[in-house]
Antibody, heavy 119, light 108 residues
Framework: QVQLKESGPGLVKPSGTLSLTCAVS?????????WSWVRQPPGKGLEWIGE???????SYNPSLKSRVTISVDKSKNQFSLKLTSVTAADTAVYYC????????????WGQGALVTVSS | EIVLTQSPGTLSLSPGERATLSCRAS???????FAWYQHKPGQAPRLLIY???IRATGVPDRFSGSGSGTDFTLTISRLEPEDFAVYCC?????????FGQGTKVEIK
């Protein structure tokens, strides 16, 4: 059974950098899947952030591209998200998810990690 | 980007009733690249349907997806107690992938 679990600080200061890691179990991150981040601000819909392949190839949402870096650590079977210059608008539940094929659907998802941007 | 509009925002039904959820896209979704998810508070979203009408592994057959072009529907034939949740649609035909705002199915 494939499981994904997000971890990282739950509170980030404005103008700081949000950093999250997604640990993958039950599947190899070096396989033929993509690995993605999606977020949901309070009271709003889901927003795709970006994704990474085990080779390091990435694809980002243009709305966040200038602030986002997604990377993969094959030795630890995990991938990470960095979002710079955060504001209160970046407060959200951040989910990691597996993508069976490039630009496809998301399955499965992690349970999510709430990150609040506040001083 | 493609904007997805779900209706209704909230659906109040009783167990055993049929639920019909709609998602309309602002432009044609190519190749029916469309998915539905179930989302319960504090839990991971769960894939229900992909390619507009294919049930994901382990999804009961009371869930069905239909539609094409700009109009898609998720139907739950007979609501079970565990089906009361938020349902969200997603298109993956055009980058960036986008989601609807969700329909909450609540117990009447």
């Amino acid at each position: 059974q494939v499981q994904l679990k997000e971890s990282g600080p739950g509170l980030v200061k404005p103008s700081g950098t949000l950093s999250l890691t997604c640990a993958v179990s039950g599947d190899s991150i070096s396989g033929s899947k993509w690995w993605s981040w999606v977020r949901q601000p309070p009271g709003k819909g889901l927003e795709w952030i970006g994704e990474v392949y085990h080779s390091g190839t990435t694809s980002y949402n243009p709305s966040l591209k200038s602030r986002v870096t997604i990377s993969v650590d094959k030795s630890k079977n995990q991938f990470s998200l960095k979002l710079t210059s955060v504001t209160a608008a970046d407060t959200a539940v951040y989910y990691c998810a597996r993508v069976p094929n490039f630009m496809g659907w998301f399955d499965p998802w992690g349970q999510g990690a709430l990150v609040t941007v506040s001083s | 980007e493609i904007v997805l509009t779900q209706s209704p925002g909230t659906l109040s039904l009783s167990p055993g009733e049929r639920a019909t959820l709609s998602c309309r896209a602002s432009q044609t979704v190519s190749l029916n690249n469309f998915a539905w998810y179930q989302h319960k508070p504090g839990q991971a979203p769960r894939l229900l349907i992909y390619a507009a009408s294919i049930r994901a592994t382990g999804v009961p057959d009371r869930f069905s997806g239909s539609g094409s072009g700009t109009d898609f529907t998720l139907t739950i034939s007979r609501l079970e107690p565990e089906d009361f949740a938020v349902y969200c649609c997603q298109q993956y035909g055009l980058s960036p992938r986008t989601f609807g705002q969700g329909t909450k199915v609540e117990i009447k």
